[in-house]
C-alpha cells in the first residue's frame, strides 16, 4: 500500500554534510500531506532515537537537542519526498537512518523504511 525509501547517507568526515532523502510511494501516499514524516537513527549497540520530524503541512518541524542547530527537516509535498539536511556531522552522528510516516489519524509510525547507512569518521 505504500513504500519508504530512504537515500543520501554515506562515509563522510567530520564536519562535512550529507542529505538525506526519503521518498514516498504508492496507494497510501496518494495524499501525502495527510502524513507525518519522522526521522531516527540507530548506533550500533544502541537504542533507536528520534532524531527530527515534521507535520503533512511542512509548518511543524521538530529536531532532537542532540541535532539542534546542525540538522534541518524539510519535506517537497509534490515530489512526496522528506529531506534531513545535516551539517556539521560528528563521529557520534554515526548509524543508520530511518524515515516514518504516520498519518494524521494515527498516533504511531507504521510505514518505515529500510534505513540508510551514514558514517562520520576521519
Known amino acids: 500500500q505504500g513504500q519508504l525509501v530512504e537515500s543520501g547517507g554515506g562515509s563522510v568526515q567530520p564536519g562535512e554534510s550529507l542529505r538525506l532523502s526519503c521518498a514516498a510511494s504508492?496507494?497510501?501516499?496518494?495524499?501525502?500531506?495527510?502524513?507525518?514524516v519522522g526521522w531516527f537513527r540507530q548506533a550500533p549497540d544502541s537504542g533507536r532515537e528520534s532524531v527530527a520530524a515534521?507535520?503533512?503541512?511542512?509548518?511543524?518541524?521538530y529536531v532532537a537537542d542532540s541535532v539542534e542547530g546542525r540538522f534541518t527537516i524539510s519535506r517537497d509535498n509534490a515530489k512526496n519526498t522528506v529531506y534531513l539536511q545535516m551539517n556539521s556531522l560528528r563521529p557520534e552522528d554515526t548509524a543508520v537512518y530511518f524515515c516514518?510516516?504516520?498519518?494524521?489519524?494515527?498516533?504511531?509510525?507504521?510505514?518505515w523504511g529500510q534505513g540508510t547507512r551514514v558514517t562520520v569518521s576521519s
Open positions: 516514518a510516516a504516520k498519518h494524521r489519524s494515527t498516533n504511531e509510525y507504521n510505514y
Open positions: 515534521i507535520d503533512g503541512s511542512g509548518r511543524a518541524t
Open positions: 504508492g496507494r497510501s501516499f496518494i495524499s501525502f500531506i495527510n502524513y507525518a
